[in-house]
Each structure stands twice: as C-alpha cells, then as structure tokens.
C-alpha cells in the first residue's frame, strides 16, 4: 500500500499540473510514510518542469511566429495600398468621389489637369452642378441614377474649366451607399476633346476631298465647251461684229467677260482648300467659295482671253 499510493499520488497531481499543492502535501505525506513519497516527489518535480519548459518553448515559438506573420501581413497591406495610391494619384483619367449636392470629396492630380485647374483646393471650392457642368441638368440626370441601379456608362457630358473654355469629357462610374452614410458618387472622367475635335477634321477632311473630286469633274466638263465658245468667238463672231445689230453685238460682246467669269468659277473650285460655309436660309448654308479657294494663284484678268484660252485644257478628258 504504501508503494502504490504515492504513485497513484504523482500520476493524479500530473495530470492537472498543479504543483503548489503537491510539494506541501509530499512533504506531509513523506513524514507520514516514509522514503517512497521523496522519490515520487523527485519525479513529480522533474516532470513538471519538463512540462513547464516545454510549454514556455512552445509559448515562445508561437509568439514568435504570430509577430512574424504579423508583420508579413502589414507589409503585404502597406504595399497593396501604396500600388492602389499610386495607381489613382498617377492615372491619366480624373478619379473623384462627389456627394449629391455636386461637392468633390476627394480627387486626383489628372482631374485638375483637365479641369486646368492650379491647385486642388481651387478644384474642391468647384461644384460639380453650379460650376462644372454647363447643363446643371446633366448632373441632376447622373444623380437620379442612384434610385436604380446606380452605374454610369460612357456618358459625355460639357464641362466648364478654370479657365473659361469647355471640354468634352465621359464619365464612367457608380452611386455607392456604405452603410447609414449618404450615397456619394464614385467617377472616372476622361477628357475627349482631342479626340472629338480629331474626328471633326477627319470628318472636315473627308468632305472637302468630295469637293475636291466635284471640282475637278466640273473642270473636265466646263473647259472644254468654254474654250469652243471663246474661241468661236475670236475666230467667227468678232471679225463680223459690225454686221450684227448693236443689240446683238453688245451681247456679242460680253461673251468674253462672261467666259472669263465662268473659268474664275471653275478657277476656284479647283483651288478649294478648306470649307467655308454661309447661311443661305434657315437651317441651309452654302460653300463660300471665295472663302474656300487658296488665293496664293492669281486669277486670269477678266479682259485677257488669250490667258482663259492657254489655260483652257489644263484639265480636259
């Protein structure tokens, strides 16, 4: 018995780790039973500082390891958000954020660039419907888009810079709503101006290349019916003009000039270089062709017939 129960004592002593207690009850026990009680006292503290050790090791390794995950996460955090910084502060496209009542919250460098604005703070004191927009109703259309489903898509809209001149902008974004907050209005903005003014001139170019094509076909078939006239003319009417009466012969006599005036009309139309239009009645205009025509060519003078004649096949079939 007395060899049994001092084990039964270690065994259920470590199984709770309570080591206070067992020293003061082994010590009591040893007196009342003898040496066995000093060896299973011996083992019990051998096995409970083993069994502290570990636990301060193991402890120290999961400390250890927690603050180094720790700190991976802070950095891989401190990067992620350092790349989405710097990906808005260096776009190209204007990025904001604006509350319904047109007020930018926040913002990048590019939309003040487009706006040719100095600083931000002058962007900020902006807007959005007052100031920006030159059709506050616009702003009023974007904003009731937040009733549905809130995304905006390519919308191009007029907006008015800093320094008084419009700009022709899309916008591209959401209304979002986080929580009890007000919905604000999350926007790209890319500046087309260039862009739209690139496709006026092409679309300028590409009508003024008919024009061109006009003219040159109008030419085949003026000179060469212009140049039978004047030379009918010279060669038969004017030698015989005295037997003609002098109502004919002073009609006779503007055939030349009026020649002349048509080569001018043909003249130009082959020198057209640009497209200058006129009103001519409401809601239809006319090509100017004094406007139109490049003026560095000299026209054949009216009272110069031998001039229209040299120049009368330079464009023929």
């Avoid at 009733?147 to 390519?154: A, L, N």
């Avoid at 916008?171 to 087309?192: F, H, N, Q, T, Y």
């Avoid at 009026?258 to 009645?281: A, F, G, K, P």
């Avoid at 009272?303 to 330079?314: I, Q, R, V, Y």
Wanted: charged letters at 25%; aromatic letters at 6%.
């Amino acid at each position: 018995m007395n060899a049994v129960l001092p084990m039964q004592f270690a065994r259920r002593q470590l199984a709770g780790f309570n080591a206070g207690p067992v020293l003061t009850q082994a010590i009591q026990d040893t007196a009342r039973y003898g040496s066995g009680w000093l060896v299973a006292l011996t083992v019990l503290g051998t096995a409970v500082l083993l069994i502290l050790l570990l636990r301060t090791y193991t402890s120290q390794r999961s400390a250890a390891k927690l603050e180094r995950l720790v700190q991976e996460r802070t950095r891989q955090l401190e990067e992620s958000t350092e790349q989405v910084r710097s990906l808005v502060h260096n776009a190209v496209v204007g990025i904001f954020r604006a509350t319904e009542d047109g007020r930018i919250v926040t913002t990048n460098p590019a939309l003040a660039n487009i706006l040719c604005c100095s600083q931000e703070d002058e962007l900020r004191s902006r807007n959005l419907r007052n100031d920006i927009f030159v059709d506050p109703a616009a702003w009023d259309e974007l904003r009731a888009l937040k009733d549905t489903d809130g995304w905006i898509e390519g919308v191009e809209s007029k907006w008015m810079r800093c320094d008084g001149e419009t700009a022709t902008v899309r916008l591209s974004g959401r209304w979002v709503k986080r929580g009890d907050a007000e919905p604000v209005c999350e926007l790209i903005v890319e500046d087309i101006t260039a862009l739209l003014n690139a496709r006026v001139a092409e679309i300028e170019a590409e009508r003024l290349r008919g024009v061109q094509k006009l003219a040159i076909a109008v030419a085949h078939e003026f000179n060469n019916p212009l140049s039978i006239l004047l030379g009918t003319y010279q060669l038969y009417l004017e030698p015989n003009l005295q037997s003609f009466d002098p109502d004919v012969q002073a009609r006779l006599n503007r055939m030349p000039e009026t020649v002349s005036r048509m080569r001018d009309l043909v003249n130009r139309l082959l020198r057209i270089s640009r497209l200058r239009e006129d009103e001519y009645l409401h809601g239809v205009s006319y090509l100017n062709l004094v406007q139109s025509a490049d003026d560095n060519e000299e026209l054949a003078p009216v009272d110069d017939p031998e001039a229209l004649l040299s120049g009368a096949g330079e464009v023929t079939g």
